[in-house]
């Protein structure tokens, strides 16, 4: 199970809005080890595309390496689709690099409304998850952090 800060839903909801119909992506940090999810960091989708997402390499690179200083890890990595279901396609699980990650898939199309699903993708395998949202993480929201 996924437990997300309602904050954090709402800031993946708005930005995906914002960027539709080209797909949204970013990614959520948290302390490494955990499962927690505090830091929503948005990410540049460099393909500009309404079906499919690809990180600036350069901030990619500077992200991945602003986490390792912080101490973080990327605990949840979110897109959206604009056209489908918030289901992973089969470029998002061949894409899948990071076992450890949450991903977590937005529909910003209308026909499904703010649909927001959880899924863990390990060697082409999806699996489902049940996403938690909280007004308060227990017992440490003050580390939540929206950029």
């Not at 797909?23 to 989708?45: H, K, Y």
């Not at 997402?53 to 350069?58: G, I, K, M």
């Not at 409304?113 to 949202?133: A, C, L, N, T």
Request: one cysteine or more; aromatic letters at 8%.
């Amino acid at each position: 199970m996924l437990t997300l800060h309602i904050k954090l839903v709402e800031a993946m909801l708005a930005q995906a809005q914002k960027d539709h119909p080209v797909e949204t992506c970013g990614v959520i940090a948290g302390p490494i080890g955990s499962n927690l999810p505090q830091r929503l960091i948005p990410m540049q989708n460099v393909a500009q595309s309404e079906d499919f997402f690809q990180f600036d390499s350069l901030q990619h690179l500077k992200v991945w390496r602003e986490m390792e200083t912080r101490g973080e890890a990327p605990v949840v990595i979110y897109h959206s689709h604009t056209k489908t279901p918030a289901y992973p396609s089969k470029t998002d699980v061949k894409y899948a690099a990071e076992p450890k990650a949450h991903y977590v898939i937005i529909s910003s199309n209308r026909l499904y409304g703010e649909e927001i699903r959880s899924f863990r993708i390990v060697d082409g395998i999806v699996i489902e998850e049940r996403i938690k949202i909280v007004n308060t993480y227990q017992p440490n929201l003050e580390q939540l952090k929206v950029a």
